[in-house]
């Protein structure tokens, strides 16, 4: 599509829609995940993810708190016309939406192939009468085996508007590290299928304290997401995914978490440890990190601040960074239309990049504006939205 007169396409690669379809499989269950009514005007409350500050591991956490056990259910979570609104309020030209967590981590074995279809086709043809606008990470179905994830890999290869898929950091059960996953990994290399990394299970509940739950959900959304996905991509780059498959492409959440400011840590730890010596894998030509950031690591720009951004630019590279919102979470505690999470985001990327100062030239010597790439032109070029 053509963005508006005067300015550049604005892209949106961190945007989440839970299809009906999906609400309504959660309202079934009464274990996380799962939407219910929450007493006492009874609407319906979306829980999607362990509480990180009490032990209480079920629907029972509801009952007891005045707190709603997740997050009210309002139709920008599941209702395209809402994302839409959205869009237009903010000036977004382009979304690519992706079920929000926990994806279908979950599903039973026995169910996985029909609900991914299931979703990952409501999802596509909730885009398809806006194709110019809307594209998708579809979800894959990592509990029913090696065989059923490759058949939904190809079959997403052949949805209109399928660009990647989404996932979380729990891989089969065991990490993205688990060797296990190699196969799928080439599958989503071969088909040029992105993976959108995104956090959902935090840190260990101890790791808050005991007065954790005063302070709401600010350390596990701040920290604990971030650290998750820090420690899940780490692990997957020292099992050495990125040698077997070095065509993957993984488009990190937040900015990377905390990985673009780790990343020289990381490094020296690998340099001085024994048991990586041992092992024979100090080699000259052995692959760093900063390579990984730099070839296989794309970074969405849901990070708030300048300082964060700017990392995560100076890791990866200005044509590697992709603006995001995080739509619809962070909607703004006091029921306006405009969201924070639009304008500190985009912000940040003009605080980084001023009006009028050129951030880089391409191969050909052409000057590209950093605020356009990161603001939209990265996205439409890594994932063809045009
Ligand atoms: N952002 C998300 O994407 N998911 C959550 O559960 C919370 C914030
Ligand atoms: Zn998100």
Redesign the pocket.
Same mark, same amino acid.
């Given at each position: 599509m053509a963005a508006r007169a005067g300015r550049k396409l604005v892209v949106d690669v961190h945007s989440?829609l839970y299809p009906t379809a999906y609400i309504d499989l959660l309202k079934k269950r009464t274990d996380i995940p799962y939407v219910r009514p929450f007493p006492p005007t009874n609407q319906l409350c979306l829980c999607?993810?362990p509480p990180q500050n009490t032990s209480k591991t079920s629907a029972d956490a509801a009952t007891t708190s005045k707190v709603p056990p997740g997050?009210i259910l309002h139709p920008h979570y599941y209702d395209v016309s809402e994302k839409l609104a959205f869009m237009d309020h903010h000036q977004i030209d382009i979304s690519v939406l992706s079920l929000? *967590?926990p994806w279908l981590d979950f599903l039973p074995a026995e169910t996985a192939a029909s609900i991914a279809v299931e979703i990952n086709d409501a999802t596509n043809d909730i885009c398809l009468p806006h194709a110019d606008r809307l594209f998708f990470f579809g979800a894959l179905p990592l509990s029913g085996g090696e065989s059923i994830i490759l058949a939904e890999i190809a079959r997403l290869s052949t949805l209109e508007q399928a660009r990647g898929i989404v996932m979380g950091t729990g891989g089969l059960g065991d990490g993205l590290d688990d060797p296990q996953l190699i196969p799928i990994y080439r599958a989503l290399a071969d088909a040029h299928l992105p993976i959108f990394l995104?956090p *959902?299970y935090g840190l260990p509940g101890p790791v808050w304290g005991s007065r954790g739950g005063d302070y709401g959900?600010i350390l596990p959304?701040s920290l604990g %997401?971030t650290m998750e996905t820090t420690i899940a991509l780490t692990r997957l780059f020292l099992s050495g995914a990125f040698d077997a498959v070095p065509e993957l492409q993984i488009i990190v959440?937040h900015s990377g978490g905390c990985l673009p400011f780790l990343a020289g840590r990381v490094e020296a730890c690998i340099e001085h440890d024994k048991t990586w010596e041992a092992q024979g894998k100090l080699t000259s030509d052995r692959t760093t990190l900063w390579h990984a950031l730099r070839n296989n690591i794309y970074l969405d720009g849901v990070i708030f601040d300048k300082v964060g951004l700017r990392t995560a630019i100076e890791a990866s590279g200005v044509d590697r960074v992709m603006f995001g919102t995080?739509h619809p %979470? %962070?909607a703004p505690l006091d029921g306006g239309k405009t969201f924070p999470a639009m304008t500190l985001n985009r912000d940040a990327v003009r605080d980084v990049f001023p009006e009028g100062e050129d951030a880089t030239k391409d191969a050909d010597g052409n000057s590209n504006d950093g605020y356009d790439l990161v603001m939209g032109e990265n996205a439409v070029r890594v994932l063809k939205l045009r």
């Amino acid at each position: 599509m053509a963005a508006r007169a005067g300015r550049k396409l604005v892209v949106d690669v961190h945007s989440h829609l839970y299809p009906t379809a999906y609400i309504d499989l959660l309202k079934k269950r009464t274990d996380i995940p799962y939407v219910r009514p929450f007493p006492p005007t009874n609407q319906l409350c979306l829980c999607n993810r362990p509480p990180q500050n009490t032990s209480k591991t079920s629907a029972d956490a509801a009952t007891t708190s005045k707190v709603p056990p997740g997050r009210i259910l309002h139709p920008h979570y599941y209702d395209v016309s809402e994302k839409l609104a959205f869009m237009d309020h903010h000036q977004i030209d382009i979304s690519v939406l992706s079920l929000g *967590n926990p994806w279908l981590d979950f599903l039973p074995a026995e169910t996985a192939a029909s609900i991914a279809v299931e979703i990952n086709d409501a999802t596509n043809d909730i885009c398809l009468p806006h194709a110019d606008r809307l594209f998708f990470f579809g979800a894959l179905p990592l509990s029913g085996g090696e065989s059923i994830i490759l058949a939904e890999i190809a079959r997403l290869s052949t949805l209109e508007q399928a660009r990647g898929i989404v996932m979380g950091t729990g891989g089969l059960g065991d990490g993205l590290d688990d060797p296990q996953l190699i196969p799928i990994y080439r599958a989503l290399a071969d088909a040029h299928l992105p993976i959108f990394l995104h956090p *959902n299970y935090g840190l260990p509940g101890p790791v808050w304290g005991s007065r954790g739950g005063d302070y709401g959900q600010i350390l596990p959304l701040s920290l604990g %997401f971030t650290m998750e996905t820090t420690i899940a991509l780490t692990r997957l780059f020292l099992s050495g995914a990125f040698d077997a498959v070095p065509e993957l492409q993984i488009i990190v959440a937040h900015s990377g978490g905390c990985l673009p400011f780790l990343a020289g840590r990381v490094e020296a730890c690998i340099e001085h440890d024994k048991t990586w010596e041992a092992q024979g894998k100090l080699t000259s030509d052995r692959t760093t990190l900063w390579h990984a950031l730099r070839n296989n690591i794309y970074l969405d720009g849901v990070i708030f601040d300048k300082v964060g951004l700017r990392t995560a630019i100076e890791a990866s590279g200005v044509d590697r960074v992709m603006f995001g919102t995080d739509h619809p %979470f %962070f909607a703004p505690l006091d029921g306006g239309k405009t969201f924070p999470a639009m304008t500190l985001n985009r912000d940040a990327v003009r605080d980084v990049f001023p009006e009028g100062e050129d951030a880089t030239k391409d191969a050909d010597g052409n000057s590209n504006d950093g605020y356009d790439l990161v603001m939209g032109e990265n996205a439409v070029r890594v994932l063809k939205l045009r």
